[in-house]
């Protein structure tokens, strides 16, 4: 069955780094595009980045361009987040998903890593 | 970057009662949009992809319709497991922006 798992999360102090990994497993993994979202404490979805199965394509949200990095291991069918410069309001919950062929929606979501940021 | 529009953000509605929400795109995104429904402590899931087509395993008291700017999401019999918050998201261009949702609690 199709698994995403997260890992990484944790406290850092502002202007730290972190890095995400996200481990798939049950479908092959180079064929689609995966996604990270976030979530602040008590708030909405935030849409935060995502990458093409080749790594060719890449988008991110304005909020985190320039600090943050998505990439990929097909090989090892893995994918990263590597969070710099990391901001109070960066804190959230990060959840990598799986976005369908065709309708670009997120049919399989991880269980979520809790990035908090506080000196 | 396209901006999603959720309404009403919360609701108060009885077992068994009929729930629309209704999502409004900034722009025309055709049929690129998914609703998704969230319990607190878990991680969202997938209802309803391209506007109208219900995810595998999704009870048919759920519905979508709508094209180009203007969505809804119905629920024909409100159950005890649907009081949730749910999501509208356009997958039509990057950033693939989300609603701001719509917490749905018993009345």
């Known amino acids: 069955q199709v698994q995403l798992v997260e890992s990484g999360g944790g406290l850092v102090k502002p202007g730290g780094s972190l890095r995400l990994s996200c481990a798939a497993s049950g479908f092959s993994f180079s064929d689609y595009y995966i996604t990270w979202i976030r979530q602040a404490p008590g708030k909405g979805l935030e849409w935060v980045s995502h990458?093409?199965?080749?790594?060719?394509?890449?988008n991110y949200a304005d909020s985190v361009k320039g600090r943050f990095t998505i990439s990929r291991d097909n090989a090892k069918k893995s994918l990263y987040l590597q969070m710099n410069s990391l901001r109070d309001e960066d804190t959230a919950i990060y959840y990598c998903a799986r976005e369908m062929f065709n309708s670009n929606n997120c049919d399989y979501w991880g269980q979520g890593t809790l990035v908090t940021v506080s000196s | 970057d396209i901006q999603m529009t959720q309404s009403p953000s919360s609701l108060s509605a009885s077992v068994g009662d009929r729930v629309t929400i209704t999502c409004r795109a900034s722009q025309a995104i055709n049929n690129f949009l998914g609703w998704y429904q969230q319990k607190p402590g878990e991680a969202p899931k997938l209802l309803i992809y391209s506007a109208s087509t219900l995810q595998n395993g999704v009870p048919s008291r759920f519905s979508g319709s709508g094209s180009g700017t203007d969505f809804t999401l119905s629920i024909s019999s409100l159950q005890p497991e649907d009081f949730a918050t749910y999501y509208c998201q356009q997958s039509y261009s990057a950033p693939r922006t989300f609603g701001q949702g719509t917490k749905v609690e018993i009345k």
């Open positions: 990458i093409s199965g080749s790594s060719g394509y890449i």
